[in-house]
């Protein structure tokens, strides 16, 4: 009774420190692991803690050997297991715990679609994977770390495709590591045990790693190794390269915000200015700014040039460039987009290469200058120093164009607010840029780009890039417009209202024929004052005899003629009509006549009613017609063509087609 007692205490005792006990639970795991497998250490580390539970790792010399350790019953566990229905037969297999980080080690830093022959591990799914994604490429299969290694080093592959256990000794020989999560689909991995055993322990160790904390140290821990192992790698490379730890080098940034700014204290900030500092710091250099905000940028790309700088940041690549600087791994890639004044010329171009005839405006020997020079290679630009000169000509009316990227733009106007500038929407983004860091054609600016190429891959550049490349809050502008609009509305709906109604009636009143409700002769030289299309259809119509039936009938009965008739082309005619005299009326169609013949006998010959003498008045009209032609003419001369057709038509009795020919 004692005894119990005591284990009774010491159990209580351990669940009042926060240590849970479960119940017949085994006292020590075996987990069967390969040599840096820092996954599986982590979560049965945290496993250990978190049940109190003794764990031991059985180290391994490859993968094949984990799960033979596993299958025969000598380990209690593995992780970072992909599930497959050949090993469903032999394993217990836990619901997925997390993803497998893995990588493309190789020599020159080749991708996947630039290689011919992979190695792959044995009994991984990576063969499978690879053939799906990359049909072309050749595997070759190896059983752990050192085959892989020396098909590496005699050349048989050009890589070989790993999980992150192999990542410390792969960088510690230098090669470099691409990981591939985002290339190819890699099913999430399991924690495995022999077939039959141990369920109700997979499912309480699932149930623990599947936790929020635990995710969220999992990510961070795996995070920071990548990066520790990375960082570690890059810098013995940088000693071996025949660098020093805080060598100095000099540095020049261009002020061009988002890229580069400075502030009163000569401090700099910005997309480049951090990227170039965080990469420094990674390699340990002592990195000099030595340029000033007011330096021009044909003087600092001059110094590049010379060899006096070792850093020159942004600089755009293009294939000139590289024939006088080497260059790292772009860090940012913006939109070019064609930037004029308010309301300058709205709708007129489509490209960049329309702008010919205008006056556009570039820095001098900077990455637009090239570029525009290459797409308008007879243009003559206006040059400047700086972006600030470039920006102050538009808005004063010397150039009418510049080009620069969207984050300038956005940058530029959410400053500047009532800056007059805006992007040309009419012409599309004609190019994507790639901002990177240059370094001079020499033996040491090579090496540099290399290393710094490295350390840039390791920085969170996604996130250096949005803290200064702030794309517009549509949605919020949006909102807060709309809560305003909807508070003036209240004020003024009635007044808004009643302007548009007047506004609408006196334009109906300008521009529509009173007793016919047709569209007047003002109307008509509004819609075609730059002339008819060559497709469109002109019939001119004048009512016979009219001044007669005003002089015998009244011009009571003369109106009630008039708008007899103006109902009559309404229901034949489907296009445009206009009254443009007492009996004259135009018709235009754009397009082309259907059942010419019959609109034009509805349309030449009419009967009215006169209620008052109980008699039928037969009313003929006479028509000129202008068809479709091959050439495009004023209003004016459509009109004394089709008039002149016209009057032949009260001489023969029929309608009478206008010669296009003529």
């Given at each position: 009774?004692?005894?119990?007692?005591?284990?009774?205490?010491?159990?209580?005792?351990?669940?009042?420190?926060?240590?849970?006990?479960?119940?017949?639970?085994?006292?020590?795991?075996?987990?069967?692991?390969?040599?840096?497998?820092?996954?599986?250490?982590?979560?049965?580390?945290?496993?250990?803690?978190?049940?109190?539970?003794?764990?031991?790792?059985?180290?391994?010399?490859?993968?094949?050997?984990?799960?033979?350790s596993?299958?025969?019953?000598?380990?209690?566990?593995?992780?970072?297991?992909?599930?497959?229905?050949?090993?469903?037969?032999?394993?217990?297999?836990?619901?997925?715990?997390?993803?497998?980080?893995?990588?493309?080690?190789?020599p020159?830093?080749?991708?996947?679609s630039?290689?011919?022959?992979?190695?792959?591990?044995?009994?991984?799914?990576?063969?499978?994977?690879?053939?799906?994604?990359?049909?072309?490429?050749?595997?070759?299969?190896?059983?752990?770390?050192?085959?892989?290694?020396?098909?590496l080093?005699?050349?048989?592959?050009?890589?070989?495709?790993?999980?992150?256990?192999?990542?410390?000794?792969?960088?510690?020989?230098?090669?470099?590591?691409?990981l591939?999560?985002?290339?190819?689909?890699?099913?999430?991995?399991?924690?495995?045990?022999?077939?039959?055993?141990?369920?109700?322990?997979?499912?309480?160790?699932?149930?623990?790693?599947?936790?929020?904390?635990?995710?969220?140290?999992?990510?961070?821990?795996?995070?920071?190794?990548?990066?520790?192992?990375?960082?570690?790698?890059l810098?013995?490379?940088?000693?071996?390269?025949?660098?020093?730890?805080?060598?100095?080098?000099?540095?020049?940034?261009?002020?061009?915000?988002?890229?580069?700014?400075?502030?009163?204290?000569?401090?700099?900030?910005?997309?480049?200015?951090?990227?170039?500092?965080?990469?420094?710091?990674?390699?340990?250099?002592?990195?000099?700014?030595?340029?000033?905000?007011?330096?021009?940028w044909?003087?600092?790309?001059?110094?590049?040039?010379?060899?006096?700088?070792?850093?020159?940041?942004?600089?755009?690549?293009?294939?000139?460039?590289?024939?006088?600087?080497?260059?790292?791994?772009?860090?940012?890639?913006?939109?070019?987009?064609?930037?004029?004044?308010?309301?300058?010329?709205?709708?007129?171009?489509?490209?960049?290469?329309?702008?010919?005839?205008?006056?556009?405006?570039?820095?001098?020997?900077?990455?637009?200058?090239?570029?525009l020079?290459?797409?308008l290679?007879?243009?003559?630009?206006?040059?400047?120093?700086?972006?600030?000169?470039?920006?102050?000509?538009?808005?004063?009316?010397?150039?009418?164009?510049?080009?620069?990227?969207?984050?300038?733009?956005?940058?530029?106007?959410?400053?500047?607010?009532?800056?007059?500038?805006?992007?040309?929407?009419?012409?599309?983004?004609?190019?994507?840029?790639?901002?990177?860091?240059?370094?001079?054609?020499?033996?040491?600016?090579?090496?540099?780009?290399?290393?710094?190429s490295?350390?840039?891959?390791?920085?969170?550049?996604?996130?250096?890039?949005?803290?200064?490349?702030?794309q517009?809050?549509?949605?919020?502008?949006?909102?807060?417009?709309?809560?305003?609009?909807?508070?003036?509305?209240?004020?003024?709906?009635?007044?808004?209202?009643?302007?548009?109604?007047?506004?609408?009636?006196?334009?109906?009143?300008?521009?529509?024929?009173?007793?016919?409700?047709?569209?007047?002769?003002?109307?008509?030289?509004?819609?075609?004052?730059?002339?008819?299309?060559?497709?469109?259809?002109v019939?001119?119509?004048?009512?016979?005899?009219?001044?007669?039936?005003?002089?015998?009938?009244?011009?009571?009965?003369?109106?009630?003629?008039?708008?007899?008739?103006?109902?009559?082309?309404?229901?034949n005619?489907?296009?445009?009509?206009?009254?443009?005299?007492?009996?004259?009326?135009?018709?235009?169609?754009?397009?082309?006549?259907?059942?010419?013949?019959?609109?034009?006998k509805?349309?030449?010959l009419?009967?009215?009613?006169?209620?008052?003498?109980?008699?039928?008045?037969?009313?003929?009209?006479?028509?000129?017609?202008?068809?479709?032609?091959?050439?495009?003419?004023?209003?004016?001369?459509?009109?004394?063509?089709?008039?002149?057709?016209?009057?032949?038509?009260?001489?023969?009795?029929?309608?009478?087609?206008?010669?296009?020919?003529?």
């Amino acid at each position: 009774m004692k005894k119990i007692a005591a284990l009774l205490s010491a159990l209580l005792a351990l669940q009042l420190m926060g240590i849970k006990v479960v119940y017949g639970q085994k006292s020590q795991y075996i987990v069967a692991t390969e040599a840096d497998d820092v996954v599986t250490h982590f979560l049965f580390d945290m496993v250990s803690e978190e049940f109190s539970v003794e764990v031991v790792y059985k180290d391994m010399p490859d993968f094949e050997s984990v799960l033979g350790s596993v299958a025969r019953g000598e380990s209690d566990f593995a992780a970072n297991v992909t599930h497959t229905d050949d090993r469903d037969v032999l394993f217990e297999f836990s619901a997925p715990t997390n993803i497998e980080y893995t990588y493309l080690f190789s020599p020159s830093g080749v991708s996947l679609s630039e290689a011919e022959i992979i190695g792959v591990p044995k009994n991984t799914i990576y063969a499978d994977l690879i053939s799906h994604n990359f049909p072309n490429i050749k595997l070759i299969e190896y059983n752990g770390y050192e085959e892989a290694k020396n098909l590496l080093l005699s050349g048989e592959v050009n890589g070989v495709v790993d999980a992150i256990n192999q990542l410390k000794a792969m960088l510690t020989i230098g090669l470099d590591a691409q990981l591939l999560n985002d290339q190819i689909s890699i099913k999430p991995v399991s924690i495995i045990s022999p077939k039959g055993q141990n369920k109700d322990e997979i499912q309480r160790i699932v149930d623990f790693v599947h936790s929020e904390s635990m995710q969220k140290k999992l990510r961070s821990h795996i995070s920071q190794y990548q990066f520790d192992i990375r960082r570690d790698a890059l810098r013995r490379d940088m000693l071996v390269l025949g660098l020093r730890s805080h060598q100095t080098f000099r540095v020049k940034l261009e002020n061009a915000y988002p890229y580069v700014e400075y502030n009163d204290k000569g401090l700099v900030r910005g997309i480049s200015a951090d990227t170039v500092k965080q990469a420094c710091h990674l390699l340990t250099f002592t990195c000099e700014i030595v340029s000033t905000h007011d330096e021009s940028w044909e003087s600092m790309y001059g110094d590049l040039i010379d060899k006096k700088i070792d850093i020159l940041a942004p600089l755009t690549i293009s294939e000139q460039r590289k024939n006088i600087a080497y260059f790292s791994v772009p860090h940012y890639f913006p939109e070019a987009i064609i930037v004029k004044r308010l309301g300058f010329k709205p709708d007129v171009y489509r490209h960049v290469s329309e702008l010919i005839t205008e006056r556009i405006g570039v820095v001098r020997d900077d990455f637009f200058d090239e570029l525009l020079s290459q797409l308008l290679p007879q243009k003559t630009f206006i040059r400047y120093s700086s972006q600030e000169e470039l920006v102050n000509a538009l808005v004063n009316d010397e150039i009418d164009y510049i080009a620069v990227d969207k984050a300038t733009l956005n940058i530029l106007l959410k400053e500047q607010e009532l800056l007059p500038i805006t992007q040309d929407y009419s012409i599309e983004s004609f190019h994507s840029s790639e901002i990177a860091l240059g370094f001079p054609k020499t033996t040491q600016g090579e090496v540099l780009a290399a290393l710094f190429s490295r350390a840039i891959r390791m920085l969170d550049t996604a996130s250096i890039n949005s803290t200064y490349d702030k794309q517009p809050d549509w949605r919020n502008t949006l909102e807060r417009e709309q809560d305003l609009a909807n508070k003036t509305k209240r004020l003024f709906m009635v007044a808004i209202a009643f302007v548009l109604l007047v506004a609408y009636l006196l334009y109906r009143q300008a521009n529509t024929d009173s007793l016919t409700k047709l569209e007047n002769r003002r109307a008509l030289n509004l819609k075609y004052s730059r002339g008819i299309k060559p497709w469109q259809t002109v019939i001119y119509l004048d009512i016979n005899d009219f001044k007669q039936i005003n002089d015998q009938f009244g011009h009571d009965v003369g109106d009630r003629v008039i708008q007899t008739y103006a109902s009559i082309i309404r229901r034949n005619w489907k296009g445009n009509w206009y009254r443009i005299g007492g009996d004259e009326f135009i018709l235009i169609c754009s397009k082309p006549l259907q059942d010419k013949i019959k609109i034009l006998k509805n349309l030449k010959l009419f009967s009215f009613y006169m209620a008052e003498r109980d008699r039928d008045l037969s009313v003929s009209v006479s028509i000129g017609v202008f068809e479709p032609r091959q050439k495009e003419y004023t209003l004016r001369e459509i009109l004394i063509r089709a008039d002149e057709a016209m009057y032949q038509s009260k001489r023969k009795g029929e309608p009478t087609f206008v010669d296009t020919d003529s």
